[in-house]
Each structure stands twice: as structure tokens, then as C-alpha cells.
């Protein structure tokens, strides 16, 4: 059973159809990535799939329900999280406190009044500050924290989820090629070691490859090619989109 | 560790102070306990869960009415009556939250002084039952606690658990969700969290603690009226959490010894208390916005350490 | 109840109405471009009034002394306004929301408090001039010749307002500005030389309320307390920054009010809470406001 299935979905902006009759589907444990160059309707695509956006017309489903415009929080629940584009982080809470708070949602404990909150998740808190890299920043404000830092934090926010399934929205944004790397890998290994379905996002072609089995190619809000990395790489459609980019 | 010895020094002087001032002056030290109990109650909507009440006065009246009324016309306790006001704050501010917790920002803060006057005009114009204009009199006090020092020591009990309660809240998982619902709305939501339930909890649980401050005031005073549901009532627990510094848990309580000693000195030589406060507030806006605990940040532990996160940006 | 008391009513709404848009709509004009709520904006039309006795006294000899008192005390107001904003307001344009307001709600208790000292505690009265002082009869019933000056006035600054918001350039800038002040300031306009103006633009138009309303009744300390939260209804009810809006909703608001008076007094002001709030839970931007504004 696809872990997600996405049927027809249609979104517009005043004029402008920011999703257009998309059809998607994902298997559980893969590493799929959604490529287009700016504008092309990525974002969108998330926002429709996480319950930010409701949509004009089409179907979600997860794990065979059907999840159509419910709201955020009910989604997150039920075991998919996402990691925004720009750091949706608690900027004045340290970089422990952002994580714990994801963990204890999670947990269920966020109704609690009466255990001080730093006797709780310490073991899971730090298990992801190591995951991610950040252990060293555990005190850090998050607001201080480097942009690539930040998007870690970002990404162990929304493993604090438990999920099951995980959008990434440009997890390497603002990184450097090193950095660009180590998060790809992680991802990779999140994907194979923690059984974690994973769908990013991303605007720059050469990060993709060697990271995602399979490639969809979005262009104003339209699916136009599909497949293996490779396969996109020599289709002519995907060519144009992105020959027109970079030229 | 060093704060908690700060802290038994200070709840030690509070238990000697009695000893040592005149009866006046005990008298504004219970004052400062109920508006300090308003004002913190106050600071878990505002300094903790980012949003701007116009309107908390509504749960001090309505809890201040509530046992007012309960103590003329009946001969229920005291400490019943008290635990009848924060249960009919907390109704009060479940309908009313129930609205409000639906906007934020400016639109908040309306609706929120909105239901204040509403409810003000009700209790001002419901004659036959709160005594409408004339104000509710002759709320007496159980012969044990009829003494201002024994109501101050009763008070001092009440208020210190009552902050207590509200400490330990702050400090748990449901404490720092609010912080993160001030921090990150959105955030809160994608991590799996009913924003709009959770703000509605925390409004009606600052709501039942008002209204145990609006309690304590009725015996206190012998008196109430309809004035301490209106938006000028609505105003005191701002200034004092401005002034004392929202981003503290002691903030608004620093805020109300300053705030009620200003007012108990200013209005003893001029009737013009509202400009001296006045330009209070402007001066403590223009020049000293983390309040009195902004300045002395670095001593104590902040709820959210926004001023790191301006000096970044 | 029959058609004459109707119609006084509705024209006792429509003079209470009109002075509600003048009041709101200064209010509306600052929140829109500025983003400022002025908690102290019914108090500036309260210092309009006293203003406005202050010139009539001096005067009051002649039978032109009101209508020489109500502009100047518009034009004092206005050159209030702009300092008012130069020395505090535009310290807080950069603050979040509760410090503006705490800013403007001190400024109430600020300007009441001198309201008192420069005027003293008691009540103001203006003595009708004789232009004014007979009934007019409509439909060969009497009514008030003042409501219906304050009515013209009130439509007068209306369309005069729409006309210089719609049609010069002045007022196209400042509709710019609501909608984003990056782009007029990139332009070259200097957004901080707008805003005063839009200040002293918002404030002049209170004080022109307050100087018209001053003859209506007597003038007492206090008034503006029981008009500020009657104006955020009238505001929030027609949306914030809508003109149009606030035009209406006053109308609403003053009809509300003079109706309410015959059946049920003292709900007169619950009725209009009721009604604000009833907005601001299912349409928060107002009958005519824009959703993105908020």
C-alpha cells in the first residue's frame, strides 16, 4: 500500500495555479525527491500535503486515509512532519528546549502542568542533538545559531515527531558544499536506518543526485517528467526547464 | 541555586515585614499581594503565551463579585468562597476565551477588552443583583482574619501557593508548549499540538487565578464595585508586568510592589496619578523595554531570552 | 411608536453617527498606513472641544466666534498631532504591537491629566450663535439646526477625504503606503514625512469633531473615555484603513445606539459590544476591510 497518494490535486492563487492536477504516489522507505527551479510550485505541494493550505479540489491520502484538508496538528499526529525551507524554529528557546518540545508533543506529555519540564526526554533530546550534529550548541540560543546549524535544528525538530513519513522542504539551503553533503547523507541514513519515507525538495539538480531513487520534476504547479535520476537527467522536457534556468 | 536563596530571604522578610511597618503600610502590602497575584496571573497570557489581554479584569470582578456576593448573602467560608471565584473566573474565561483564542495580535487584545466592558456595563446595570453603581458593601471578613495583619498573613499563604502553582505550571511540558505557542504558532501546530486548545487552557487557567486575587480584594476593601471589571482595571496588571518585566516569573510581582507603593506615595500629595503613571509607562516603553528585569537580566532566568535574539538580528 | 419618532430617531442616529466617523475615521486613516492603534485619538478630540470653548471665549462677543473657533482648533489640534508624533510616536514604529499600545494608552492618561490643568474640572459651555439657535422645520416637525450642521460637516469630511485619498497624489501615496511601505519608500517618498502627515491628518479631522460637537452639550472631563471605545467598535466593525468602512459603520453604530435608547437603555453600549464582537469572531478585517491586514 502507498504510504501516500496524492490524486488530482489542484491549488490557485488568485489567478495563478500554483498546483495543477498533480498526481503523486509514494511507497513506504523511499527516498524520493521534487525538483523545479523557483516558483514551480514546491512549497505549494507541502503546504497542500501538511494541512497549511486547503485545496481547491483532489485527494490526499496517508497510509490508505483519506487526510484531505485536515488541519495541521491532526496530520502532524497521525506521523508525518516537515522541515520548512526557512527555519521555522523557536528563535528564543535554546537549541535543547526546540527539540524537547517536539519530543514531548510527541510524547503526548504537553498537558502535563505539574513535572518540571528538564526532568523529561533527556535521553531522546540528546539521542537527536547527536544525530543532527548540534550536541555542542545544546545551550545555544537558536536564534544564534548558524543558518546551517539552524537547518539542522530544523531537521531534528521534525524527527522529535516520530514520523513515519518526512517532508524536507530544501533541507540544504544556505549550506556549503560540505555541509550540503553531510545533511544528504544523513538524510540518507535516516532513510535507510530508521525506516523513514522521505520526500524532499530541492532547486539544485546536482545535490540530488546519488541521494534519491526516484525524481519528479515540477514547472508551474504541472508534474513533467518522472523517474529515475537518470531518466529525468536525459529527459528533454526537464532539460528545457532547467537549460532555461541556467542560462 | 543562588536564586533560590534570594528568593527564601526575600519570603522571609515578607513574613517579618508586619513587625516592622505601620498598619498603613501593611495594608498596601496586602494590596501588593492581590494586584501582584492579578498581574502574574496576567503575565501567563501576555509574557508567556505572547498575547496582549485588554480585558483580564473580567475575571478579577467577576471573582471579586463572586465572593462578595457569596459573603453578604450567605455564610458560605471564606476559603469556599474563594474556590467559587476560580471556578467562576474559569467559566467566565472558557466562554470568553473560547472567541478570543480564535484571533491574535491586535484583533485579541480588542475582542479581549471588548467582553471586559461588556461585562462591566452587565454587572454596572444588573442593579437588583451586584447593586449595579452603588457597588457591593459590607463584605466582612471572618472574625480570624478581621485584623489586617491576620489578613495579610492569609493573604501571604494564599498568594505565595498560588504563585507557586503557577511557577510549577511554567516550568512544565504544558509551560514551555506556551512559550513555544508565543515563539512559533505555526512551529507548534506541525509538531502535533492543538494550538487554539491548548491557548484556551492556559486562558482560563490564568482566568481562575485572577479571579482568587478578585476574591481576596472584596474582604480586603469591605467594598467592591463595578469599576474593577473595566479597561482601566484591565490596564493595572500591564503596567506592572511592563514596568516589572514580562519576561520574568516575578516580573509583574517586582512590577506591583513598585506600581502600588507609586500610586499609595503619589496619590497622598496630587490627584494627578493618572499623568505620573502616565509618564511612567512612556518612559519604561521608550527606555527600558525589558522592564525592571531587562535591566538586571543577567541575574535571573529569563522565560525566553528575546533580547539575545535582538542582539543577533 | 409612529413615523415621526422614527425619523427623529434616525436623524439623532445619523448626527451621532456622523460624529463617530469623525472620530473614526482619523483612527482608521492612522491604523491603516501606520499600523498604530491611538488609544488617545478620542482624547485628542476632547482637547478639540476644550479648544474650540477656549477660542469661542476669547471671542464671544461676536456672533462669528464659533465658526472662527472650530477651524482653529482643527488647525491646533493638527500642529498637536504632528509633534505628538515627531517626539513619541515615531519612537515606537519598530516595536511590537503591546509597546505601541501601551504608548498611546499612557498618552490618554497623560493628556487627560492635562486636559485638567490646563482647563480645570468644570463642565464647558458654548452659547448657540444665533445662525443656529432656531429649529429647523422638516416635515413640519422641529429639529435641531446644529445636527444638522454637524451632519454636513461629517459628510463633508467624508467625501473630501475620499475625494483627496482617490484622486491626488498625495492621497495615492498614502494608499500605497498601506498596502507596503518598502515600495513607497523605494521610491524615493520619504515614508517618515508621510506618517507625521498622516498623524496631524488624523488627529486635525478629532479635533474638528470635537470642536463641532463642543456646542452640542456641555463640554466635561472624561467625555473621551465613554467615545474611544464607541470609535474601536465603529473601526473594527468597518474594517481598519477602509473608509468606506468607517462611513458605514458609524452609521450602523450611531442608528444602533439612538434606537436602542427607546426600548432598552441602558444595552444601548452592550448591544454595540455585542455586535463588535460578533465581527471580530467571524470577519475580524471588518465589513469592508482586507483580509490581509492583521
Given at each position: 500500500m502507498a504510504i501516500l497518494k496524492v490524486e488530482h490535486l489542484n491549488k490557485a492563487f488568485g489567478g495563478l495555479q500554483a498546483t495543477n492536477d498533480v498526481n503523486y504516489e509514494m511507497q513506504t522507505g523511499e527516498l524520493s525527491g521534487i525538483i523545479g527551479p523557483n516558483g514551480a510550485g514546491k512549497s505549494t505541494f507541502f503546504n497542500l500535503l501538511t494541512g497549511y493550505y486547503k485545496v481547491d479540489s483532489g485527494r490526499i491520502s496517508f497510509q490508505g486515509k483519506d487526510i484531505t484538508n485536515w488541519s495541521p496538528h491532526r496530520i502532524s499526529r497521525l506521523g508525518i512532519a516537515r522541515a520548512f525551507q526557512v527555519s521555522n524554529i523557536y528563535p528564543a528557546l535554546t537549541a535543547y528546549e526546540n527539540i524537547r518540545q517536539a519530543i514531548l508533543a510527541q510524547q503526548k506529555?504537553?498537558?502535563?502542568?505539574?513535572?518540571?519540564?528538564?526532568?523529561?526526554?533527556k535521553k531522546e533530546t540528546q539521542e537527536l542533538l547527536e544525530v543532527t550534529g548540534l550536541s555542542q550548541h545544546a545551550d545555544k540560543i537558536a536564534g544564534t545559531l548558524s543558518q546551517g546549524d539552524k537547518k539542522c535544528l530544523e531537521l531534528a525538530i521534525a524527527l522529535g515527531s516520530k514520523p513515519e513519513l518526512l517532508f524536507l522542504d530544501e533541507p540544504t539551503a544556505g549550506m556549503s558544499g560540505e555541509e550540503t553533503h553531510e545533511t544528504m547523507n544523513l538524510v540518507k541514513r535516516l532513510n535507510q536506518e530508521m525506516d523513514l519515507t522521505i520526500l524532499f525538495t530541492e532547486h539544485?539538480?546536482?545535490?540530488?543526485f546519488g541521494y534519491a531513487k526516484r525524481l519528479t520534476v515540477l514547472h508551474q504547479g504541472s508534474i513533467i517528467a518522472e523517474g529515475t535520476p537518470e531518466e529525468v537527467r536525459k529527459n528533454e522536457t526537464a532539460q528545457k526547464v532547467y537549460l532555461g534556468e541556467e542560462a | 541555586m543562588i536564586r533560590y536563596g534570594w528568593l527564601g530571604l526575600i519570603f522571609i522578610a515578607t513574613l517579618i515585614l508586619p513587625l516592622v511597618i505601620g498598619e498603613y503600610w501593611i495594608h498596601v502590602a496586602v494590596e501588593i499581594l492581590i494586584l501582584g497575584l492579578f498581574a502574574v496571573s496576567f503575565n501567563m497570557i501576555f509574557g508567556y503565551m505572547g498575547q496582549l489581554s485588554f480585558g483580564h479584569a473580567a475575571y478579577f470582578g467577576a471573582g471579586a463579585y463572586a465572593t462578595g456576593l457569596l459573603m453578604v448573602k450567605t455564610s458560605v467560608p471564606l476559603p469556599i468562597c474563594l474556590a467559587v471565584s476560580m471556578i467562576t473566573a474559569g467559566g467566565l474565561a472558557l466562554v470568553i476565551g473560547y472567541f478570543c483564542v480564535r484571533l491574535t495580535g491586535i484583533y485579541f487584545a480588542i475582542l479581549t477588552m471588548a467582553f471586559g466592558q461588556m461585562l462591566y456595563y452587565i454587572i454596572f446595570q444588573w442593579y437588583s443583583f451586584t447593586g449595579g453603581d452603588d457597588g457591593l458593601q459590607g463584605i466582612v471578613p471572618p472574625d480570624w482574619i478581621i485584623q489586617v495583619t491576620a489578613y495579610y498573613y492569609f493573604t501571604l499563604f494564599i498568594v505565595t501557593g498560588a504563585l507557586i502553582v503557577m511557577w510549577v505550571i511554567s516550568e512544565s511540558p504544558f509551560g514551555y508548549t506556551m512559550r513555544a505557542i508565543r515563539d512559533n504558532a505555526d512551529r507548534t501546530r506541525f509538531i502535533g499540538i492543538n494550538v487554539r486548545k491548548y491557548m484556551l487552557i492556559n486562558f482560563v487557567v490564568a482566568g481562575m487565578f485572577a479571579g482568587l486575587a478578585g476574591g481576596l480584594l472584596g474582604p480586603f476593601n469591605r467594598s467592591i464595585a463595578p469599576?474593577?471589571?473595566?479597561w482601566h482595571q484591565s490596564g493595572v496588571p500591564v503596567f506592572m508586568t511592563v514596568i516589572g518585566g514580562p519576561l520574568g516569573f516575578l516580573g509583574p510581582v517586582i512590577g506591583s510592589v513598585i506600581y502600588t507603593f507609586l500610586f499609595a506615595f503619589v496619590t497622598g500629595f496630587t490627584e494627578y496619578w493618572p499623568l505620573t503613571i502616565g509618564l511612567v509607562i512612556i518612559f519604561v516603553v521608550l527606555y527600558?523595554?525589558?522592564?525592571v528585569l531587562g535591566l538586571v537580566k543577567t541575574k535571573f532566568k529569563t522565560i525566553g531570552a528575546k533580547e539575545s535574539m535582538d542582539a543577533e538580528a | 411608536m409612529d413615523a415621526s419618532l422614527i425619523f427623529a430617531q434616525s436623524l439623532s442616529g445619523l448626527s451621532r453617527g456622523m460624529m463617530l466617523f469623525l472620530i473614526a475615521s482619523g483612527l482608521s486613516l492612522i491604523f491603516g498606513v501606520m499600523n498604530i492603534l491611538n488609544f488617545a485619538h478620542a482624547t485628542f478630540w476632547l482637547i478639540g472641544a476644550y479648544c474650540c470653548y477656549t477660542f469661542w471665549f476669547l471671542?464671544?462677543?461676536?456672533?462669528?466666534a464659533l465658526w472662527i473657533s472650530i477651524p482653529l482648533a482643527a488647525l491646533t489640534l493638527a500642529a498637536l498631532g504632528w509633534v505628538i508624533e515627531v517626539v513619541l510616536i515615531r519612537r515606537v514604529y519598530n516595536r511590537d504591537l503591546p509597546e505601541q499600545l501601551l504608548l498611546t494608552y499612557a498618552m490618554v492618561l497623560v493628556l487627560g491629566d492635562l486636559i485638567k490643568i490646563v482647563w480645570g474640572v468644570d463642565d464647558k459651555l458654548i452659547a448657540r450663535p444665533p445662525l443656529v439657535a432656531d429649529p429647523v422645520f422638516i416635515f413640519g416637525m422641529p429639529f435641531d439646526s446644529y445636527f444638522l450642521f454637524v451632519i454636513s460637516v461629517g459628510l463633508a469630511v467624508a467625501i473630501g477625504l475620499w475625494w483627496f485619498l482617490k484622486k491626488t497624489r498625495y492621497g495615492h501615496i498614502i494608499r500605497a503606503a498601506v498596502f507596503s511601505r518598502e515600495m513607497v519608500s523605494a521610491l524615493g517618498i520619504p515614508i517618515p514625512r508621510i506618517y507625521s502627515g498622516v498623524f496631524a491628518l488624523g488627529i486635525f479631522i478629532a479635533g474638528l469633531a470635537g470642536a463641532v460637537q463642543a456646542p452640542v452639550g456641555s463640554i466635561t472631563l472624561g467625555m473621551d473615555m465613554a467615545v474611544v471605545i464607541q470609535a474601536f467598535c465603529v473601526v473594527v466593525i468597518g474594517g481598519f484603513g477602509s473608509l468606506l468602512g468607517t462611513f458605514v459603520a458609524a452609521i450602523i453604530v450611531g442608528e444602533v445606539y439612538a434606537f436602542s435608547i427607546l426600548f432598552w437603555p441602558q444595552g444601548a453600549l452592550v448591544l454595540i459590544f455585542v455586535v463588535t464582537a460578533f465581527i471580530l469572531i467571524i470577519r475580524p478585517w471588518g465589513l469592508f476591510g482586507t483580509p490581509t491586514r492583521a
Open positions: 506529555r504537553t498537558l502535563n502542568f505539574f513535572t518540571p519540564a528538564h526532568r523529561l526526554a539544485d539538480m546536482s545535490v540530488v | 469599576d474593577l471589571c473595566n527600558m523595554p525589558g522592564g | 471671542m464671544q462677543d461676536y456672533n462669528f
